[in-house]
């Protein structure tokens, strides 16, 4: 008996292995997956300017990076005793002018020098609303808790969305032509927008990823995650929710990341993710006698595991061993 509807799949032409390097740039979830990466110890970078939202934000940071545009103090405010930018999320807000700009122009030099060497870019899309500050008619990465008064609310049209993605790929392709694109949405439903207006939103955001893909400017070199369809269609149950019921919980974080690595990595590549794994949990053990000599002989073939990792991947950092 089949009690579940399941996605099909093939398994990527160019996968993600330990020599890839990576930039993941968007929503929320793609914190989850890049969390996942850094946990298997994968060249991976998320997120320089925090979470961004929208396909609009995304394209900013992007254009900006390639392009070498640097932050000046009129870009940036102070509200609320702290200084923030409409560019950025209010991760990178600061309680100094200096410092903020430190922070942003920083994140647009490493943004710059993943772009030029990396071998994918894992771009995940949360909503299609977006906000413009009235007064100075722009359309901002996040509000910063400021009245929303001061802003007007807009649904991207798909076709807009297709553009943006679109001036994505050809600021990126600028300086990197090899570089494979993941397109996928996030499962986070927007529920503040509305119940109506957050299936609209996603509905924008999958039909224009997937008309990028369909014409020939990606030119194979772009695929489409299905991360929104996994948690709506497979899972499809309150229970792979956090306690807000909008939010993944950690079953269903897991349960796509496995279809991801089974997509996007190699059987080599997973062995090795398996070796990693091991490593990580014996790191998270609390011996009950840690003067035992069976702990003493766990510990050695630990940094062993550890060493034989790092001579094959130089790059790999583990916390200390455990006492």
Not at 74 to 85: D, P, S, Y
Not at 94 to 117: D, F, P, Y
Not at 129 to 140: F, G, I, K, S
């Amino acid at each position: 008996m089949q009690l579940q509807t399941q996605l099909s799949f093939q398994k990527t032409k160019t996968p993600i292995n330990y020599e890839s390097r990576l930039l993941l740039l968007g929503s929320c979830f793609s914190e989850h997956i890049g969390a996942k990466l850094e946990y298997y110890q994968f060249q991976a970078l998320q997120n320089p300017f925090g979470i961004l939202f929208h396909p609009k934000a995304i394209e900013n940071l992007i254009d900006r990076a390639v392009h070498e545009k640097q932050y000046r103090a009129e870009e940036v405010f102070l509200e609320n005793e702290r200084w923030h930018c409409f560019d950025a999320h209010s991760d990178l807000s600061s309680a100094t002018e200096i410092e903020l700009l430190s922070k942003l122009n920083t994140g647009l030099s490493v943004t710059l020098q993943r772009l030029r060497v990396a071998t994918h870019v894992v771009i995940t899309l949360g909503t299609a609303w977006t906000y413009r500050h009235m007064e100075q008619n722009l359309t901002v990465a996040n509000c910063h808790k400021i009245p929303q008064k001061a802003f007007s609310k807009q649904l991207l049209p798909v076709a807009a969305i297709s553009k943006s993605l679109e001036r994505i790929v050809e600021s990126v392709r600028s300086i990197n032509k090899k570089v494979q694109f993941i397109f996928t949405v996030s499962p986070v439903r927007h529920l503040k927008d509305g119940f109506v207006e957050n299936q609209r939103s996603k509905a924008h955001l999958i039909t224009a990823v997937h008309d990028v893909l369909n014409n020939s400017f990606l030119k194979g070199q772009g695929t489409y995650f299905p991360s929104y369809e996994l948690l709506m269609d497979e899972l499809r149950d309150y229970r792979f929710y956090t306690a807000d019921m909008l939010h993944p919980n950690e079953v269903a974080i897991q349960y796509i990341w496995e279809k991801f690595t089974q997509v996007h990595n190699s059987q080599e590549t997973q062995t090795t993710m398996g070796k990693v794994d091991a490593v990580q949990k014996g790191l998270a053990h609390r011996a009950f006698n840690p003067n035992s000599v069976q702990h003493q002989q766990f510990l050695k073939s630990l940094k062993a595991k550890i060493t034989y990792l790092q001579k094959k991947h130089a790059w790999m950092q583990f916390s200390d061993l455990p006492k």
